[in-house]
């Protein structure tokens, strides 16, 4: 029985599993609640960020999950062989990575910053006491925008990935 390979395929199936539910969760459910709610959606997404760490834990997984799936690709190519990454079953697996890293990527460097100037900007209003500035609102609106548009790719990769690792042995 080989146990590294078992612990390495249940993390990465399990953070995965987590990472994407989460992102599928987050943009067809938690998102327009957000917006419908208006100041309320705010505090509760407030909530989210700066009590429950989503950010943080979201980051953590999907860095799990790259990480976990980047050494059974590499376990499961014999040190990366070109022979079984370009055979059928190798490129479905180096779709779903290539798409997964990506997704990764584009959370670390376009929707993390974004939600954590989003908090800033929510903790501000919050200790002025007052409604948002006009600058505050314009720039949240920005910032949601902008989030929409990547968690909509982010969410595209995520389905390419978990399709094309799901099929990967069977081609």
Do not use: C
Not at 125 to 143: F, K, L, N, R, Y
Request: proline share 3%.
């Amino acid at each position: 029985m080989d146990w590294y390979l078992i612990i390495l395929r249940v993390v990465h199936i399990l953070a995965g599993v987590f990472w994407v539910g989460t992102a599928i969760f987050f943009f067809f459910f938690i998102e327009p609640s957000v917006k419908e709610l208006g100041n309320t959606g705010e505090k509760f997404m407030g909530h989210l960020v700066d009590k429950k760490k989503m950010p943080i834990v979201i980051t953590a997984t999907s860095a799990l999950t790259v990480l976990a799936g980047i050494l059974l690709y590499w376990r499961g190519s014999d040190g990366f062989d070109l022979d079984w990454i370009t055979s059928a079953t190798g490129l479905g697996f180096t779709v779903g990575g290539v798409a997964a890293i990506l997704a990764f990527a584009g959370g670390l460097v376009f929707i993390k910053p974004a939600v954590d100037r989003m908090g800033a900007i929510g903790q501000a209003v919050a200790m002025s006491g007052g409604p948002p500035t006009e600058a505050q609102a314009s720039e949240m609106q920005q910032i949601g925008a902008r989030l929409a548009l990547v968690g909509r790719a982010d969410l595209v990769l995520l389905t390419v990935a978990v399709v094309a690792m799901a099929t990967a042995r069977f081609l």
